[in-house]
């Protein structure tokens, strides 16, 4: 009963969101208030009905309801009930529903925090949102009706992938879901401008605490999934650049960029249709990356063959999204006139060139991802692009933006001199040396291409505490308790930018440490053996069979101790192979010690015959500044979002006519 329940309340969300979609819209045309009224008490309640929908099937999954076909798919009675849950969207139709749950969710706040908002943007805002998700609506009742009931119904489920069984897993989706979905918000803030014909510096006010929270929970869920495919897979990566990963990445990129874009609109009055035209790429590029790699279609263009009704709906669906948006934009873009004028060597030169970086970065990986698609489309040849292309194209545009991030926040707006930013930055570039040379001495005769990624991670560092002391301490007679009090007197989004500018140098190195000065060791040792890497003595101590809730598991011990300390205290790392018991199904689980500068990493591996069995032994140097810089990126996020600025709003502008005709911005 509740699962009809849920579908019923799916139809009657989509009538609610064809209201709110029209209704208001028209009523912004107008002039009407009352229509335009419309939009906020329609976008709660839509988000009603959809949270109940998605908790009747997180409901079904928690009570094994395998007269449910989703359930009967991706559950089994034994799963713990972290997975239980988590499997309501770790499927294509439950994520589907995730997705228009968040999507309602941002729509309601808006409606509650967006009281500041003139009525016109707020309406036409809250109807493009809606619009976005009638289309989603559309395509769940269609083809992807999470709700479908089977009969007769199976006594015991499927069961989820047991790769999903993670609390990485558990929690990596729902973050980039809001996200992707916080574009959405964006996205609708900038059509509703489009239609409105006004872009100023209260718009971008009102755009950024969405972007940053987009953002903030887009990294996360980023370096979680990344974090996850680290510990779980046993294969001592963090990033092989597959579709799935990129099709958070890309988002990712347009977001940071749209960020900074943001900055300029509102600052200097200026790059009003660039900005535009980011908000729209990010959120379709969140489309595309998410239903592409949702139906199969990036590994295999068969897949439109085997459900051809649903790879039809999202080709339609992504042409009329994205399709409209810019044909939207095409019309209207060029009556955004812009304000200020600048230099090219000018803090809107720096953030200019930080967006030209940024988006090519983007472009290089959209390419990479779908060239394979395009090319069996044409040609029926199957290929793979895979690391060494985005090693040979992605980094070589990212050096020098991570120079620039450097530079850039010193220079002053409208006009400057480069060399005064540079003298300011005398220590960064001694640090930057320095480090170079410990570096180098340090991993004599590995990849020296590493030095490239440590010394910018170290400019980067050094520039950002440069950046710091200059706002403390702008001048010399600044006294040092003057400098203090200045300090511990900066913004909220003052400090957010800088522990996300220094987690960025911080994951660099990391990153760094992870692909290019990993060690690794594969060999078939009997228990007892001993292999050395990277200067530890790893020894495979016991091999034993030990129960799981849903799974079976062969245990492997490692005992570890630096090379030729035969006394010192052994540090303990066990890794397990489990064997699920619903679909017989074999994961690899790492075993991993982390300390600040290096991790140790063991996996055990399959039996390779009398008595010895293969095992994975890394050194990986850095890799814990991976999760540090994620994190602290993380925390500048949400520090700018908690902004008194922020949180209050944006100053009161001229109301835009009432009939959505075009006007040059204030």
């Known amino acids: ?270 790059l009003k249709s660039w900005t535009i035209l980011l908000a729209i790429i990010g959120f379709s590029l969140s489309l595309i990356g998410t239903f592409l790699v949702r139906s199969g279609v990036l590994t295999s263009v068969h897949a439109f063959a085997s459900d051809p009704e649903r790879g039809v709906f999202i080709l339609a669906l992504l042409a009329v999204a994205i ?87 010193l220079l002053p707006w409208k006009r400057a001199d480069l060399a005064p930013a540079l003298r300011l930055l005398w220590v960064a570039f001694v640090f930057t040396l320095v480090v170079t040379i410990v570096a180098g001495i340090a991993v004599w005769g590995q990849a020296a291409i590493a030095l490239l990624g440590l010394g910018l991670s170290a400019w980067l560092i050094g520039a950002v505490l440069t950046e710091l002391y200059r706002k403390c301490r702008p001048t010399q007679t600044v006294t040092a308790g003057q400098a203090l009090r200045r300090l511990t007197g900066l913004s909220r989004a003052a400090w957010g930018m800088t522990a996300a500018h220094l987690g960025i140098a911080v994951v660099i190195a990391g990153a760094t440490g992870a692909s290019l000065l990993t060690q690794e060791k594969i060999e078939a040792v009997t228990i007892g053996q001993t292999v050395e890497v990277g200067g530890f003595d790893f020894t495979l101590t016991d091999v034993r069979d030990v129960p799981g809730p849903n799974y079976n598991a062969e245990r492997g011990t490692f005992s570890v101790v630096p090379s030729g300390s035969a006394g010192a205290e052994p540090q303990i790392l066990q890794s397990e192979n489990r064997q699920y018991v619903s679909n017989g ?27 010895r069995f293969t095992v994975r032994l890394y050194f990986k140097p850095l890799v814990p500044w991976l999760w540090i810089g994620s994190t602290l990126m993380v925390l500048g996020g949400f520090l700018s979002l908690s902004d008194r600025r922020l949180r209050v709003g944006a100053p009161k502008r001229s109301a835009a006519p009432a009939g959505g005709k075009a006007q040059p911005a204030e």
């Open 585 to 611: 199904q074999v994961t690899t689980e790492a075993a991993i010690r982390s300390t600040l500068w290096y991790d140790l990493y063991a996996v055990l591996g399959d039996p390779a015959g009398q008595g």
């Open 323 to 409: 399709g409209g948006s810019f044909a939207l934009y095409a019309w209207r873009a060029p009556l955004l006139t812009g304000g200020g004028l600048f230099r090219p060597i000018s803090r809107e030169g720096a953030l200019v060139l930080n967006n030209l970086l940024l988006t090519t970065a983007a472009a290089t990986v959209l390419l990479g991802t779908l060239y394979p698609l395009f090319l069996e489309l044409a040609t029926d040849d199957k290929i793979s692009v895979g690391p060494p292309f985005f090693n040979a194209t992605f980094v070589p545009i990212m050096a020098p933006l991570f120079v620039a991030l450097g530079v850039g926040p």
């Open 1 to 270: 009963m509740i699962a009809e329940l849920g579908h019923y309340v799916l139809t009657l969300a989509l009538g609610v969101a064809l209201i709110q979609a029209t209704v208001p819209m028209l009523g912004a045309a107008r002039g009407d208030q009352r229509w335009m009224a419309v939009a906020a008490p329609a976008s709660l309640v839509q988000f009603g009905l959809l949270l109940f929908a998605f908790l009747a099937l997180i409901h079904a999954y928690v009570t094994s309801d395998f007269s449910v076909l989703n359930v009967v798919q991706n559950s089994h009675s034994l799963k713990p009930l972290l997975y239980k849950v988590s499997g309501a969207w770790g499927n294509h139709e439950g994520s589907l529903l995730l997705w228009v749950t968040v999507m309602a969710l941002f729509g309601a706040l808006v409606s509650i925090f967006g009281d500041n908002l003139p009525p016109g943007l707020k309406a036409r805002t809250l109807s493009v949102q809606a619009l976005v998700t009638v289309g989603f609506l559309l395509f769940m009742l269609l083809t992807s009706n999470p709700f479908e009931r089977i009969f007769p119904a199976p006594l015991e489920g499927r069961d989820l992938n047991p790769l999903l069984q993670d609390p990485g897993l558990a929690f990596h989706p729902p973050m980039l879901y809001i996200g992707y979905v916080g574009l959405s918000i964006v996205f609708s803030f900038a059509c509703a401008a489009l239609i409105e014909g006004k872009v100023d510096a209260a718009w971008a006010r009102w755009v950024r605490p969405w972007t940053l929270l987009a953002w903030a929970f887009l990294t996360g869920g980023i370096a979680l999934g990344s974090w996850w495919a680290y510990y779980e897979l046993g294969w001592g990566g963090f990033w092989f650049w597959d579709p799935v990963e990129n099709a958070s990445f890309m988002p990712w990129l347009v977001a940071t960029a749209l960020l900074h874009s943001a900055i300029v609109v509102e600052k200097r009055d200026t």
